[in-house]
């Protein structure tokens, strides 16, 4: 990443940043080839129910359909998560990682570290809980 690349907005942000983006950049690239590999083992296990009709077979598919159904609900909270981990590397990419999204100031480090993914700064996070509330 050249120096070049760097705007001048978020100059002043990662000459002390930089390391550190870099760092929880790193983490990110880890959680991510953790959370496709989760994936493709979900994919490969929770696929189809076997239709066998002898009452064994009625209740190992019941158990077949709840894992599945386990498995569908776990799909999708690890594809949301891949698609926040993506986002993040994305902002990285274009050297904006660790800035809100919301109000463009620089996200707290602590908050970083809890989640490397995290879009928004604490403030705007209980902004955005606040609107929410406002407006359910
Ligand atoms: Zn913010």
Same mark, same amino acid.
């Given at each position: 990443m050249s120096e070049? *690349?760097?705007?001048?907005?978020?100059?002043?942000? /990662?000459?002390? $940043?930089?390391? /550190?983006?870099?760092?929880?950049?790193?983490?990110?690239?880890q959680k991510r080839l953790d959370l496709?590999?989760?994936?493709?083992?979900?994919?490969a296990s929770g696929g189809t129910v076997e239709l066998d009709q002898t009452l064994q077979g009625r209740l190992s598919r019941m158990d077949a359909m709840a894992q599945q159904q386990m498995a569908k609900a776990g799909h999708t909270r690890l594809t949301i998560e891949l698609q926040r981990i993506n986002a993040a590397l994305k902002r990285f990419e274009e050297d904006h990682y660790?800035?809100?999204? $919301?109000? *463009?100031?620089?996200i707290q480090a602590e908050r970083l570290m809890a989640d490397p993914a995290a879009p928004f700064c604490?403030?705007?996070v209980e902004e955005i809980a606040e609107e929410k509330a406002d407006h359910p």
């Open positions: 070049q *690349k760097i705007s001048v907005s978020g100059a002043s942000l /990662f000459t002390d $940043r930089s390391a /550190f983006c870099h760092e929880m950049a790193n983490i990110l690239l496709m590999a989760t994936l493709e083992h979900l994919k660790g800035v809100c999204c $919301r109000c *463009k100031e620089a604490m403030e705007c």
